[in-house]
Nanobody, 119 residues
Framework: QVQPVESGGGLVQPGGSLRLSCEAS????????MGWYRQAPGKQRELVAT??????????DSVKGRFTISTMSRENIRNTVWLQMNSLKPEDTAVYYC??????????WGKGTLVTVSS
């Protein structure tokens, strides 16, 4: 059972930085990529950033230039994806979810980590 586990959320002031981490034990050859999504109160879940196993990245317009996604696979099964978030804004406040995009079958989601940007 693939169960992504996120960490790194918390409270940060506007303009500050946080780094989120997600670990997932899954054979990397079965994975298309990993990514981060977020859901703010009263809003739908939205894409933040994704990265394919080939290293291709995709960002929401609202985070381009501020967030950076990266990933590493160890022993082809221990996979970590990070989201470095800089110049945080109050509108970045949300629960951030890690996503593992499989080549076959359903994607897997973490339980989420809360990021609050407030003074």
């Amino acid at each position: 059972q693939v169960q992504p586990v996120e960490s790194g959320g918390g409270l940060v002031q506007p303009g500050g930085s946080l780094r989120l981490s997600c670990e997932a034990s899954v054979i990397i050859f079965n994975v298309n990529g990993m990514g981060w999504y977020r859901q703010a109160p009263g809003k739908q879940r939205e894409l933040v950033a994704t990265i394919t196993t080939g290293g291709r990245t995709n960002y929401a317009d609202s985070v381009k230039g501020r967030f950076t996604i990266s990933t590493m696979s160890r022993e082809n099964i221990r996979n970590t994806v990070w989201l470095q978030m800089n110049s945080l804004k109050p509108e970045d406040t949300a629960v951030y979810y890690c996503n593992v995009m499989m080549k076959i079958g359903r994607d897997y989601w973490g339980k989420g980590t809360l990021v609050t940007v407030s003074s």
